[in-house]
Structures are given as C-alpha cells and as structure tokens.
C-alpha cells in the first residue's frame, strides 16, 4: 500500500520551484522524436519559422512542411512543464515530478494542412469554459 492510502502508486508533485519557474517557449510536433533531454530549438528551428499565406506560420521540419498556429492557455490557467528526475522501474513504483518551466501558449504544428479549432488539442482547451458553465449556479 502506498504512502496516499490508496491500493496503488502516488504521484508526488514539487510546486515549489513555480514562483520562479522560467518562461518558456513551446512547440507541439506531429512526430515522435526518439531522443531525451535538451533541443537547441532558438537555434535551429524558430529562425526558419515564416508567416504562411493562410495567416499561420510555416516551416519545414526534416524535409516536411508544417504548418502552426500559437495556441493559448485558457484564460485563469497556467501551463507548467514537469520533469521527473527519477523513472520508475515498475507501474507500482511512487513518482515524483517536479515544475521545469511555465507557459501561457505554446505553438502547434500540423503536417501540410493548418491548425483549425477541430483539432483535438484545441478542443480540449475549451472544456473549462465549458466547465464553468455547467458548475455555475442556475437563476
């Protein structure tokens, strides 16, 4: 039995670097990237970023045109990026994850055609407004 009480694993969670948590900027690639650790991302990938004639951005990534679009936060939330330092060796391990960064958009990537609010990503960030209104009280 874990530590929480219950009949399986804890996740831990150290907020206490948010206070000074970075700013950071984020890109959502439609790819798997099979690599950990740091990207000199300033360095290679946002110079060649362009204005696309749909009103988005464009760039080619490995020979693959992607097309973005800057997608923000849902007003009230914030964006945090976790690390965790230590990876289990079994589902039944405890984790613990700490805050690396901070976000208030991120810029998200699609494979030729544009991002469109039909995207599941973007969908999904409109259920706390959906939220709010259903938890609001009724006159």
Known sequence: MSESGGAGPCIRLDA????CAPQET???LPCIIQRQGAARVQQFFTPAVRDSPSGGKEVSF????????EVA???GYMGIVLKEDHK???EEEDR???VRATFQSFMQW???TPPSADDVLVMSLQWP????AIHAPVD
């Open 62 to 69: 490995r020979g693959r045109r992607l097309q973005g679009q």
């Open 129 to 132: 407004i959906i939220a709010s």
């Open 73 to 75: 936060v849902p007003e």
């Open 110 to 112: 699609n494979l030729e």
């Open 16 to 19: 206490g670097g948010l206070p």
């Open 26 to 28: 984020l890109f959502l």
């Open 96 to 98: 613990s994850l700490t």
């Open 88 to 90: 289990p060796c079994s």
